[in-house]
Protein backbone atom coordinates (compact mmCIF):
# COMPACT_ATOMS: atom_id res chain seq x y z
CA UNK A 1 0.00 0.00 0.00
CA UNK A 2 1.34 3.73 -0.91
CA UNK A 3 2.11 6.09 1.99
CA UNK A 4 2.35 9.48 1.17
CA UNK A 5 3.42 11.93 3.89
CA UNK A 6 3.62 15.92 3.67
CA UNK A 7 5.60 18.50 5.02
CA UNK A 8 6.73 21.45 4.93
CA UNK A 9 3.51 23.61 5.47
CA UNK A 10 3.56 26.85 8.52
CA UNK A 11 2.47 30.54 8.40
CA UNK A 12 4.01 33.05 6.59
CA UNK A 13 2.61 36.47 5.78
CA UNK A 14 1.94 37.79 2.37
CA UNK A 15 4.63 37.57 -0.70
CA UNK A 16 6.72 34.81 1.53
CA UNK A 17 7.32 31.46 0.27
CA UNK A 18 7.38 27.34 1.21
CA UNK A 19 8.47 24.31 -0.21
CA UNK A 20 6.38 21.25 0.46
CA UNK A 21 8.00 18.05 0.16
CA UNK A 22 5.93 14.83 -0.03
CA UNK A 23 7.82 11.40 0.62
CA UNK A 24 6.16 7.94 -0.66
CA UNK A 25 6.93 5.08 1.39
CA UNK A 26 6.16 1.27 0.37
CA UNK A 27 6.53 2.07 -3.55
CA UNK A 28 8.93 3.20 -5.82
CA UNK A 29 7.98 6.81 -6.23
CA UNK A 30 8.82 6.96 -10.32
CA UNK A 31 6.27 4.19 -11.26
CA UNK A 32 3.50 7.33 -9.89
CA UNK A 33 1.85 10.11 -11.17
CA UNK A 34 2.35 12.85 -8.23
CA UNK A 35 -0.13 15.76 -7.77
CA UNK A 36 -1.04 18.40 -5.33
CA UNK A 37 -4.50 19.71 -4.10
CA UNK A 38 -5.71 21.79 -1.83
CA UNK A 39 -8.90 22.36 0.25
CA UNK A 40 -10.62 25.07 2.47
CA UNK A 41 -12.39 23.95 5.30
CA UNK A 42 -16.44 23.07 4.04
CA UNK A 43 -14.98 22.98 0.22
CA UNK A 44 -13.98 20.19 -1.83
CA UNK A 45 -10.38 19.30 -2.85
CA UNK A 46 -8.68 21.74 -5.04
CA UNK A 47 -6.16 20.75 -7.69
CA UNK A 48 -3.36 22.76 -8.06
CA UNK A 49 -0.51 20.96 -10.27
CA UNK A 50 0.41 16.93 -11.36
CA UNK A 51 3.77 16.17 -12.56
CA UNK A 52 3.69 12.77 -14.77
CA UNK A 53 6.71 10.17 -14.71
CA UNK A 54 8.45 12.17 -17.61
CA UNK A 55 8.66 15.20 -15.52
CA UNK A 56 5.95 17.03 -17.11
CA UNK A 57 4.30 19.47 -15.56
CA UNK A 58 0.96 20.74 -15.46
CA UNK A 59 -1.02 23.39 -13.42
CA UNK A 60 -4.65 24.11 -12.65
CA UNK A 61 -4.92 27.27 -13.99
CA UNK A 62 -3.59 30.97 -14.18
CA UNK A 63 -3.96 31.55 -10.09
CA UNK A 64 -0.73 28.90 -9.46
CA UNK A 65 1.17 29.20 -12.58
CA UNK A 66 4.28 31.20 -12.07
CA UNK A 67 3.84 31.41 -8.58
CA UNK A 68 3.55 27.87 -8.03
CA UNK A 69 6.53 24.87 -9.36
CA UNK A 70 5.81 21.21 -9.04
CA UNK A 71 8.91 19.16 -8.96
CA UNK A 72 10.07 15.63 -8.37
CA UNK A 73 13.18 13.25 -7.13
CA UNK A 74 12.65 9.50 -7.84
CA UNK A 75 16.09 9.17 -6.10
CA UNK A 76 14.80 10.45 -2.84
CA UNK A 77 11.17 8.79 -3.75
CA UNK A 78 9.45 12.16 -2.85
CA UNK A 79 7.91 15.10 -4.69
CA UNK A 80 7.54 18.50 -3.98
CA UNK A 81 5.50 22.02 -4.39
CA UNK A 82 7.74 25.08 -4.40
CA UNK A 83 5.20 27.91 -3.85
CA UNK A 84 6.07 31.99 -4.14
CA UNK A 85 4.53 35.00 -3.56
CA UNK A 86 2.13 33.65 -1.40
CA UNK A 87 -1.02 35.30 -0.61
CA UNK A 88 -4.02 35.21 1.98
CA UNK A 89 -6.44 32.76 -0.64
CA UNK A 90 -3.50 30.38 -0.97
CA UNK A 91 -4.26 29.32 2.60
CA UNK A 92 -5.44 25.97 2.98
CA UNK A 93 -4.53 22.26 3.82
CA UNK A 94 -1.94 21.00 0.82
CA UNK A 95 -2.77 17.03 -0.05
CA UNK A 96 -0.01 15.13 -2.10
CA UNK A 97 -2.03 12.67 -3.85
CA UNK A 98 -0.38 9.54 -6.37
CA UNK A 99 -1.42 7.43 -9.05
CA UNK A 100 0.02 4.43 -10.91
CA UNK A 101 -1.73 5.89 -14.06
CA UNK A 102 -1.20 9.15 -15.62
CA UNK A 103 -4.52 10.86 -16.61
CA UNK A 104 -3.74 14.10 -19.09
CA UNK A 105 -7.42 14.82 -18.91
CA UNK A 106 -8.79 14.16 -15.61
CA UNK A 107 -5.89 14.56 -13.42
CA UNK A 108 -7.74 17.54 -12.09
CA UNK A 109 -10.44 15.36 -10.10
CA UNK A 110 -9.91 14.18 -6.93
CA UNK A 111 -11.75 10.84 -7.09
CA UNK A 112 -9.40 9.91 -9.93
CA UNK A 113 -6.19 9.60 -7.23
CA UNK A 114 -5.60 6.63 -5.74
CA UNK A 115 -3.23 7.80 -2.77
CA UNK A 116 -3.51 10.69 -0.20
CA UNK A 117 -1.41 11.91 2.22
CA UNK A 118 -2.49 13.56 5.70
CA UNK A 119 -2.61 17.11 4.42
CA UNK A 120 0.14 19.75 5.47
CA UNK A 121 -1.43 23.48 6.99
CA UNK A 122 -0.71 26.57 4.97
CA UNK A 123 -0.96 29.90 6.57
CA UNK A 124 -0.84 33.04 4.76
CA UNK A 125 -1.56 36.23 6.30
CA UNK A 126 -1.91 39.73 5.36
Known amino acids: QVQLVESGGDSVQTGGSLRLSCVVF????????MAWFRQSPGQGREAVAT????????YSDDSVRGRFTISRDDAKNAAYLQMTDLKPKDTNTYYC???????????????????WGQGTQVTVSS
Open 97 to 115: AADEVCATSTWYLDEYWDF
Open 26 to 33: KYAASRLC
Open 51 to 58: IDHRGTMT
